[in-house]
């Protein structure tokens, strides 16, 4: 599917999966929506590392409420809404049911994409990866200093091609946010 065909549909969050409530800063920080890119204001530039807080979409929900990006959209709800178990339950369901598919498109990926096309086009290797981040980030808030190692780990050392889109124009990559993560964690073990 082209770029502008996902982009009609509605907010994206990855891999040309809609989401609602993720933690890409979609319509993020006041509260107020904003309008869904369009292919003239989607740049296609890498920016800054994930954002330091989740904030909520009010995007439209994603057409097949089964999919990596839907069920991604439910574990950066639950952080947002700081239900901590409730998003590494909902991580680890998309973790469980697309990380098969997510090594596999991550072994097959031998460059990073330069364009929005070919980074959307990761499909679940972005969900995925963005699933660990944010299993990490629960599992961090719950005192579980080392199983969000873990979680961050994969994302660094698996997956670390996963892309997540920010309707305010940019991607980032849950690696590099969960990288910084690790830092912290391992200068606060000092």
Known sequence: MKFESLLALGSVCVAGLFVTGCNCEC??????????????????AAAPAAPAAPAANTAAAPADPNSSAALTTKAWQALDGKNFDAAVAAA?????????AALKIQAATTAAPTTNEGKFALGPLNDVGTAYFIKGSALEQLGKKQEAVAAYKMVVEKLPMAYCYDPKGWFWQPANAAREKLEKLEFDSM
């Open 27 to 44: 319509n993020c920080g006041s509260g107020t929506p904003t309008p869904a890119p369009t292919a003239a204001t989607a740049p296609a």
């Open 92 to 100: 680890d369901v998309v973790i469980n049911t697309f990380g098969d």
